[in-house]
C-alpha cells in the first residue's frame, strides 16, 4: 500500500482572506484564496518526517490503543457513506456522517452553506460537526467528507480518535461513480476534473493519515467491509 510520497501539501484548510461567497465558477480555483485552488488546501511543505508512517503496509494499522472508532476519508464518490454504514451494522456500532451531521447541526444543506458563505464557512462547519461525532462516544464509524482532512486540526483530531482508513481510489473510478447532488457543489461543472485535481492536491493528506489504506476501486461495499474488518482485527 505504501507509495510515492510524490510532492506533499500539507494542506492546512485555514484560508486566509477567504473571498466570502465564491462561486465555484470553475471546478477548482474557487472558495479558498487565491494560489489555493478550491478544495486543495494550501500546497506548503511536505509533511514527510511528521513522525507518521505514511500509510502502512495493510495489515500494520496503527490503531494501537487508540479509542474504538473507525474513521473512514478518501475522496467524493469513494464510497465513505455506503461502506461505513455497513460497518457499523457488521460491528453493531454507531454510524455517523459528518455532512449529516453539518445539516442536522445548521438547518441548511451543504449547498446552501457554500452559495451563502463559501467553501471556508463550509469548512467551519465541518470542523465542529467532526468533533460533535467523536464527541458521540467510541464504538462509532464516522464517514469523514471528503475535505475535511484540509485543516490541521481535523487531521489532528482524526488521528488521536481512532483508527483512519483511507478509501482510495482512482480518480477516474471516483467520476465515473459519483453524483454531483445537492451536497457537492465543487463537482458542478467538470466533476472528473474537479477530482482530479482535488485527488492530486489530497492524495499526499490521506496517505499521511491513513492507519490503514483500502483500494476501493474494485470492491463491493461488502467486501470493503470485509477487508476492513480483517486488517483492523475485528
Ligand atoms: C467535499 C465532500 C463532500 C461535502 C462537500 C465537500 C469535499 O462530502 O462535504 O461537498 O471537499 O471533498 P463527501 O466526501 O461525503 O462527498
Not at 460537526?129 to 464527541?135: H, P, T
Not at 478509501?167 to 445537492?182: E, F, I, N, Q, S
Amino acid at each position: 500500500m505504501a507509495e510515492r510520497a510524490g510532492a506533499a501539501p500539507a494542506g492546512t484548510g485555514e484560508p486566509a482572506g477567504e473571498p466570502a461567497g465564491a462561486q465555484a465558477a470553475a471546478p477548482v480555483g474557487t472558495g479558498e484564496p487565491a494560489a489555493a485552488p478550491a478544495g486543495t488546501g494550501e500546497p506548503a511543505a511536505a509533511p514527510a518526517g511528521t513522525g507518521e508512517p505514511a500509510g502502512g503496509p495493510a495489515g500494520a494499522a496503527r490503531g494501537g490503543d487508540r479509542p474504538e472508532r473507525i474513521l473512514l476519508v478518501g475522496m467524493m464518490g469513494a464510497g465513505k457513506t455506503t461502506v461505513g454504514r455497513a460497518l457499523a451494522d457488521r460491528l453493531g456500532w454507531r454510524f455517523l456522517d459528518s455532512d449529516d451531521q453539518v445539516v442536522a447541526a445548521t438547518g441548511r444543506t451543504v449547498r446552501e452553506i457554500f452559495e451563502s458563505g463559501g467553501e471556508h464557512a463550509f469548512r467551519k462547519l465541518e470542523s465542529q460537526a467532526l468533533e460533535m461525532a467523536v464527541a458521540a462516544g467510541p464504538r462509532t464509524v464516522i464517514a469523514v467528507a471528503g475535505g475535511a482532512v484540509l485543516r490541521d486540526a481535523n487531521r489532528a483530531l482524526l488521528r488521536r480518535s481512532g483508527t483512519v482508513v483511507w478509501l482510495r481510489a482512482p480518480a477516474g473510478t471516483l467520476a465515473r461513480r459519483v453524483t454531483a447532488g445537492d451536497h457537492r457543489p465543487l463537482l458542478d461543472d467538470d466533476p472528473p476534473r474537479a477530482l482530479a485535481a482535488l485527488a492530486q492536491a489530497r492524495e499526499p493528506l490521506y496517505r499521511e493519515l491513513a492507519d490503514l489504506t483500502v483500494d476501493a476501486g474494485d470492491a463491493t461495499p461488502g467486501e470493503l467491509v470485509e477487508r476492513i474488518l480483517a486488517e483492523v482485527g475485528r
